[in-house]
Nanobody, 121 residues
Framework: VQLQACGGGLVQAGGSLRLSCAVS????????LGWFRQAPGKEREFVAA????????DYADSVKGRFTISRDSAKNTVYLQMNSLKPEDTAVYYC???????????????WGQGTLVTVSS
């Protein structure tokens, strides 16, 4: 399984970015997908998750109402739309996949390489 994340960059506070993660080597429709992030000097933390059927979603409290996770099965891609960005959202963002929804929230089996998001104040 390979996950390739992209879309990071530098944005001002209050701005928006959309991260993408292309998934290959697996039957896309059978996997739950998620996003994590790791800020400098901090541990990696959960951001958002989406079940394979797209019927279930979960978000960290810190991003609820601002971030939206979605998937395009035709493109084997998962997205993270990030609005109203804050300086504290600065981090390396990782996409992740697992065949169990609970695992994609806690300890995903598969990880992408990460993409850096920097939010300036």
């Amino acid at each position: 399984v390979q996950l390739q994340a992209c879309g990071g960059g530098l944005v001002q506070a209050g701005g928006s970015l959309r991260l993408s993660c292309a998934v290959s080597g697996v039957t896309f429709s059978g996997y739950a997908l998620g996003w994590f992030r790791q800020a400098p000097g901090k541990e990696r933390e959960f951001v958002a998750a989406l079940s394979w059927s797209a019927g279930n979603t979960d978000y960290a409290d810190s991003v609820k109402g601002r971030f939206t996770i979605s998937r395009d099965s035709a493109k084997n891609t998962v997205y993270l739309q990030m609005n109203s960005l804050k300086p504290e959202d600065t981090a390396v963002y990782y996409c992740a996949a697992d065949w169990r929804y609970y695992s994609v929230i806690t300890t995903p089996r598969y990880w992408g390489q990460g993409t850096l998001v920097t939010v300036s104040s």
